[in-house]
């Protein structure tokens, strides 16, 4: 029998997180509390695990034997049991968090993994609250999950060294390449990509230059793989409010969230996810807003 991972939450993270987990062999329940999420999610696994067999990056048998390894609970109970690891994938909101991992340490393994894949929330203040600081640790993984190579991973102030050295062991059967940082509001990478993101917004804003040229400046000129609004959109505008709006009240004035981003949430405009971001999406490909 392989091992258990559970995914909690599957919206853009977790659809990833777990198409990762069951390709690298584990046996993979997802959970959203939304059925219908959990549904679409397995069903978007299948269309782009089927590209990739297009692609030969995969062949036929080992695209069957993942989707073979993914299944639905439709309770959080039923999900974690029996899981050595759960990475949960839900909304940046700590209480949130905090009663979703309530449900999982009633019902999962006395020494299962407790990951989160937060961007930028205290583990400690999760593991504290949750009773279980030494089993706790974040998970950070970056969209796309299956496409991107880091592992950022969190060490709370008590998060124990065992839990460290299986969440590194972890990290390195699911491919990734893993840093470890200190449990700091936004870590290393939230803190540094938000900043950019909000800068490229306020400039937009201030009409600096079009959403497309602000995007070429960093692509091109510092040769960033995608610029920072195009980013903002994959990421989903609510997500990336969620951390600044943390931010901003942890760390300071630096990360004040643009107005414009804010209106923008309020009008449902989130990126690649709700199809229309600085950009408009359209079957995963954006196009210049005219
Ligand atoms: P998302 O909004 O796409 O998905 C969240 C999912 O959680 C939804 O499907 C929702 O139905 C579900 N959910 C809501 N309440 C729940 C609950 N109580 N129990 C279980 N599921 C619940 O969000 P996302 O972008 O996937 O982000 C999830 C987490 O990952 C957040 O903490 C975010 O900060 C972090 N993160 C996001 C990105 C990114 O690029 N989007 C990158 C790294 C980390």
């Given amino acids: 029998m392989s091992e258990k991972i559970a995914v909690l939450g599957a919206g853009t993270m977790g659809q990833g997180i777990a198409q990762v987990a069951a390709n690298k062999g584990y046996a ?7 059925a219908d999420r959990a549904r679409a999610a397995i069903d978007a696994i299948a269309v782009a695990t089927d590209k990739l067999v297009q692609k030969s990056k995969l062949s036929e048998g ?5 989707l073979g390894r993914l299944s639905i609970s439709d309770d959080v109970g039923k999900a974690v049991e029996g899981a050595r690891v759960v990475i949960e994938a839900a909304p940046e909101d700590m209480g949130l968090k905090v009663a979703l991992f309530e449900k999982v340490v009633a019902a999962a393994p006395k020494d299962a993994l407790l990951g989160s894949n937060t961007s930028s ?12 600081a030494h089993r706790t640790v974040g998970l950070h993984f970056f969209n796309p999950p299956p496409v991107m190579e880091l592992l950022e991973i969190v060490r709370g102030l008590a ?6 050295t299986r969440a590194q062991e972890l990290a ?3 491919g990734k390449t893993s840093i470890i940082v200190r449990d700091t509001p936004g870590f290393a990478t939230s803190r540094l990509g938000v900043i950019l993101g909000a800068e490229a917004i306020r ?16 692509e091109l000129g510092y040769r960033h793989p995608m610029g920072p609004l195009k980013l903002t959109d994959l990421v989903g505008l609510d997500v990336r409010l969620a ?10 004035e630096q990360f004040r969230a643009p107005p414009l981003l804010r ?21 995963g490909v954006p196009s210049v807003k005219s």
């Fill in 263 to 283: 209106t923008m949430v309020r009008a449902g405009k989130l990126g690649k996810k709700s199809g229309e971001g600085f950009y408009i999406w359209k079957d």
């Fill in 172 to 174: 390195a059967k699911l």
């Fill in 62 to 66: 080992d695209r069957n034997a993942l």
């Fill in 28 to 34: 993979t329940s997802v959970y959203d509390v939304s």
């Fill in 243 to 252: 951390i600044l709006d943390h931010l901003h009240e942890e760390v300071g």
């Fill in 159 to 164: 998060t124990s060294d065992e839990t460290l």
């Fill in 121 to 132: 929330l205290s583990l400690t203040e999760l593991g504290t609250r949750i009773g279980e």
């Fill in 203 to 218: 400039m937009l804003e201030s009409g600096v230059a079009s959403a497309v040229d602000i995007d070429r400046a960093m």
